[in-house]
């Protein structure tokens, strides 16, 4: 945790990343279920445009297709992964998620309501789990995706200890 | 209250509503079945047979609303409000005093003529359907009154000063006839008289409507002229409309300060008092959509804290009325006068120029793509209209650039937005929760993010729009200190 007196005070403040990465494995479930994802609308798109015969299927259209799963599966994922980031910390939750629209939440540790824990079953494939931290406001979740199951169950343990050792109904 | 219900393992009573409501629910019941009773009395009539069938459907209403009046029963014991209501599905809504948030009290006409309200306790919870929703429909008023007192005292969030004066205060506001003449400004009178029109029309498709010859249709005066009479037609009529129903909705409104309590009453017809915890007021939001504003006027409603964007309407705090009055009453709302005064500081050259790109190149596309399909259905010169939605797209670009604005002003933060519907919200700091910075591809380029603040009650959140990083972030630290702080880089 960086201390106030070790911040250089610039007039043009910045915030950092959060520390942590969250699970190298995620990059790889991301990436198997873009793929499938980008396959299946590609194909329900050619099966469409194949039955109602409403346009003709060139060879540019099917390149268009292969090339924007291509770039689904090669490179969002990737950049997802380099963009979510977490941090907590004494007093507070910070996460950072998004790939295109970036999103950065800071909550208090007084603030927080419930803290989940969820695990998809493709998640459960590659033994991943989702934390997520809720606010009394329907604004505010922190959602941590693709963090390494046993990691995830810390976390959580981690997070109930610290919100409920704060007074107040957190709204 | 009649025939109370003494239970043995517990001290305090379930109890009934006033018997009152015997007379009310039947009546209510009717105009709920208004329709098949119509139908039932129709094919009686046809039928020849008559009566029986047409008592049944009388004496079924009846019926109904006795039942209705003999299951539900609440009491308050042990910290709680408690209501239990259902002949085969018995349900039981139970909500500890301290949750309180607001009471309203609605009176329609009937319950007015007998002296009755309904007390709805609003909890903040998002109550997912009328069963949800904890109403004592009716009590008598001078009863369902001290009963709001007892249970906003209740709330431990309202502390009163004992030694508070407790004799009912001047209202901070009254309504003042002369804002009628906002009515016709706002949204709600068009979209009334066009369900009127709409209704209407049903009216007149179903009963074989009026032929009109277009052959032999002839008025006497020439095409435009009955055009330009159809629009006066139509703008007088939603002028009449939006100021009736300004009248019957704000009648008599008044904006009181009780202890520990904002009283809020209004109606012509149902009379409707709301009271909202003062510690749960968060904040006021000013809106001014573009005619309101452009009257100079606009509309005041309170951010309270477990109140959702779906009880809106509890919140209104100033119906529309000039600027003056709203910032008056934002200024003793929120205890301080600054804030609603507070100029704003400006998000720089690329905020504004995002607006400007945002507006006129959408409006620009889609002006293209209209052209382009009007050429290619042949239309011509008609191609031209669709070159005329950018320019139509500039005022609002320029108007959207200029409202853009933020500060920090006595513990408020304070954003400003929108250019048709541009409102200003003002959110405690202390009721922050948490901050989101969100920023796409495009505005981290132009180092702009925008910046959300997190809140319990109205629409969740108050975001400000596109600010540059930098102001984003010393705003979120100046309002969270130790949470930003050891984030900064």
Known sequence: MARFEDVDPTPTPTLREPGQRVSPRARLMWQISNLVEGVVSVAILGAAAAVWDAVDLTWWMATIGLLAVAVYVGVVPQWRYLVHRWEVTETAVYTQTGWWARERRIAPMSRIQTVDYAESPVARLFGLATVTVTTASAAGALQIAGLDRLRARELVDELTLRADAVEGDAT | MSEPAPQIDDLTEWQRLDPRMLLVHPVKEITRFLVPLVAVFVAGQASGGGAPWELLGVLFPVALGLMRYLTTSFRIAGGRVELRRGLLDRHVLSTPLDRVRTVDLTASPIHRLLGLTTLRIGTGTIATGEDDELDLDGLPTERARALRADLLHAAPATEVDPDADLTPQPPVLTLDLAWLRYAPLTSSGAVVTAGLLGAAGQVFGATGGIEVDSRTWDLGMPGWTVVALGVVAIVVLVSAVSVLGYLVTNWEF??????????????????RETSLDESRVAGVTVAEPLGLRLAGGGRLSAIVTGLGAGQAGSSVLVPPAPREVLVRVAGVVLGTDSPAHAPLTGHGPAARRRRWTRAVGTAGVL????????????????????????????????????????????????????????????LDVDDVIGWNLRATWFQRRVGLTSLVATTAGGRQSVTILDVPEPQAVALADATLPHVVRQFLA
């Open chain 2, 254 to 271: 008044s904006l009181t300060r009780g202890p520990g309590a904002w009283h809020l009453r209004r109606g012509l017809f149902t009379t």
């Open chain 2, 367 to 426: 002006g293209a793509a209209l052209a382009v399909a009007v050429l290619l259905a042949g239309g011509g010169w008609w191609a031209v209209l669709g070159l005329g939605l950018p320019l139509l797209a500039v005022p609002v670009a320029a108007d959207r650039a200029r409202s853009l604005g933020h500060a920090l002003s006595d513990g408020y933060v304070v954003a400003r937005s929108g250019s048709l519907a541009r409102r200003r919200d003002h």
